[in-house]
């Protein structure tokens, strides 16, 4: 049986961008701050977690991308930092940030350059060879250093003996080592996926139970 001071606490690691996705494909909306403490607060009734209390909530998620970059069709220079898309996620992680008990770790965005949309490439591969508009060439953005921040704390927690268990809040199977250490040094380890019925089976075989 596992010893130490928090034997008795779990933790809550949040994957931002696997939460946002799943929640926007459910809610068919941008997800709000109440939509992921609402999920926070699910978890946390399940009764696998009755004989653990919370230790912290860590939510993952990259800085939103500013700067400018060139269109390479149109020439026009675009503004990251000046976009819906910036503001509302700049919205959402302080919104997080100011929840009781939660901790924001924050990774980078990085623009790599330019790429044909999901929805051009969908049409192409019909048949449909209409030539690619301006439109349909979107900035090639990246997310650097989530992962490594994840897998950081689950080590960390583990190692120092914070809790007793964690829950994983990811789709992500460049997690399992991460969580086969936490097994190893003795972690409770869950796995919520939101719902998602497709997430890795790798994921699923290094914790002791999906949510």
């Known amino acids: 049986m596992r010893r130490g001071a928090g034997a008795d ?5 949040l994957d931002g961008e696997y939460v946002k996705r799943v929640l926007r494909q459910r809610l068919t909306r941008f997800p709000s701050q109440a939509d992921v403490i609402g999920e926070v607060r699910r978890i946390q009734r399940n009764s696998a977690l009755d004989a653990f209390s919370l230790y912290r909530v860590f939510y993952y998620t ?3 991308l500013s700067g400018t970059a060139i269109h390479p069709l149109t020439g026009n220079r675009i503004d990251f930092g000046n976009t819906t898309v910036f503001s509302r996620n700049t919205q959402l992680i302080d919104l997080i940030e100011n929840e009781p008990d939660v901790a924001v770790r924050r990774g980078a965005l990085v623009h790599q350059g330019w790429q044909i949309g999901p929805a051009a490439v969908r049409a192409l591969t019909q048949g449909d060879t209409k030539t690619v508009g301006s439109g349909d060439v979107i900035p090639k ?7 490594m921040r994840i897998g950081l704390d689950l080590a960390w927690l583990a190692l120092k003996r ?12 460049d997690l399992v080592p991460a969580l086969k250490l936490a097994r190893r040094e003795g972690l409770r380890v869950y796995l919520d996926a939101l719902g998602n019925r497709r997430i890795r089976q790798e994921l699923k075989k290094h914790a002791d139970l999906v949510l």
Request: proline share 4%.
């Open 62 to 64: 990259a800085e939103p």
């Open 141 to 147: 953005i990246l997310q650097k250093g989530v992962d």
């Open 9 to 13: 606490r779990v933790a809550i690691l």
């Open 162 to 173: 914070l809790v007793g268990a964690v829950v994983l809040v990811s789709g992500d199977s």
